[in-house]
């Protein structure tokens, strides 16, 4: 099974332009999240989705934006990239947003903004 | 949101067992106790989880103070590929968010 695939692997992306990291499950799970995970540090989150049509805020979400159209696809956009957003993106899901369902993570996007 | 306290990086022999501590003191009682891991260069992968009783499953076992003020993730008999970074995360029920802090970097000596 795929599980989590998320595109590109990696980008080297020129400061002020735009790009969408895609993110799809076939898990038929509701919640999704998007992860960003800098150098030798822990994950933060950027948005999440309860479930198609719903999305919130994280702890870092300035800078990005989210839709959730359908169950399946959550893609995260950088309307406008910064040097400070070159990391690693990991979008994830789980069944439901609840505190005791584990979640399942994508491979990455490795991004590199200069 | 509660913090979780989590050595720097800790160091086993191959097939024993380890113990990985975590110290969460301003845990909630709603906070639920959650252990990833991440493999060099992949995405984060679920071991275990719990609220108040040890824990098993295939990966792993999860044994949590009484108090709940701390936790201590269990290898039963370690790898080379169990070699990763281990997270303890709380997650309580009035946010979607796991708060990550920087885990323990697992070496695995052969």
């Known amino acids: 099974t795929a599980g989590i695939t998320q595109a590109p692997t990696s980008q080297i992306l020129a400061a002020g332009r735009s790009m969408t990291l895609r993110c799809t499950q076939d898990?038929?799970?509701?919640?999704m999240y998007w992860y960003r995970q800098d150098l030798g540090l822990g994950l933060r989150l950027i948005h999440y989705?309860?479930?198609?049509?719903?999305?919130g805020k994280g702890e870092v979400p300035d800078g990005y934006s989210v839709s959730r159209a359908n169950t399946d696809d959550f893609p995260l956009t950088l309307a406008s990239a910064v040097p400070s957003q070159t990391s690693v993106y990991f979008c994830?899901?789980?069944?439901?947003?609840?505190?005791?369902?584990?979640?399942?993570f994508g491979p990455g996007t490795r991004l590199t903004v200069l | 949101d509660a913090k979780t306290t989590q050595p720097n990086s800790m160091e086993s022999n191959e097939e024993e067992p380890v113990h990985l501590p975590c110290n969460h003191s301003?845990?909630?009682?709603?906070?639920?106790i959650h252990w990833y891991r991440q493999l060099p260069s992949q995405g984060p992968e679920y071991v275990i989880h719990?609220?108040?009783?040890?824990v098993n499953n295939r990966m792993a076992s999860l044994a949590i103070a009484e108090d709940r003020k701390s936790s201590t993730l269990i290898l039963h008999r370690a790898t080379l590929r169990d070699a990763a970074v281990y997270y303890c995360?709380?997650?309580?029920?009035?946010?979607?968010?796991?708060?990550w802090g920087a885990g323990t970097k697992l070496i695995i000596k052969p």
């Open positions: 994830a899901s789980s069944a439901a947003g609840g505190p005791y369902n584990e979640q399942f």
């Open positions: 898990m038929r799970h509701n919640a």
């Open positions: 989705s309860n479930t198609a049509g719903t999305t």
């Open positions: 301003t845990i909630s009682g709603t906070d639920y």
């Open positions: 719990g609220l108040t009783s040890n």
């Open positions: 995360i709380l997650r309580d029920g009035s946010n979607y968010q796991l708060i």
